[in-house]
């Protein structure tokens, strides 16, 4: 089971934070989603709209950081993504981390040559 978590903002809006295994075949082994929605299940319906059909969110156990709100608030979409950590939670601040990118980059299918 993926771990995850949420936050509720103080404006009533939440934050959704997801470790999954990378939908892309040549992409990262694992992905943290980060998703600003009106609520949890707007949350997990808009990840399954972009084709990730099976995402649950079961219980709090990883909720996302000060600093993982901070950035899919700034996100014009409110969806974004980065190769989880090791540890499979929350980083820690001493690693050396990437930066996050938009979900279209993440299900971007590789264009064929021929």
Avoid at 101 to 109: E, K, M, T, V
């Amino acid at each position: 089971m993926a771990a995850g978590g949420f936050c509720k903002l103080p404006n009533g809006m939440v934050v959704v934070a997801l470790n999954l295994p990378s939908p892309a075949a040549d992409g990262p082994g694992a992905v943290r989603v980060l998703v600003h929605s009106v609520n949890r299940a707007r949350a997990l319906t808009r990840l399954r709209n972009l084709g990730l059909r099976s995402v649950y969110l079961r219980g709090n156990a990883a909720p996302p950081t000060p600093d993982e709100i901070t950035a899919v608030l700034h996100h014009p979409d409110g969806l974004i993504w980065r190769t989880a950590p090791d540890n499979g939670v929350a980083s820690s601040p001493d690693l050396v981390q990437e930066l996050w990118r938009p979900i279209r980059a993440l299900l971007r299918r590789p264009t064929a040559t021929t």
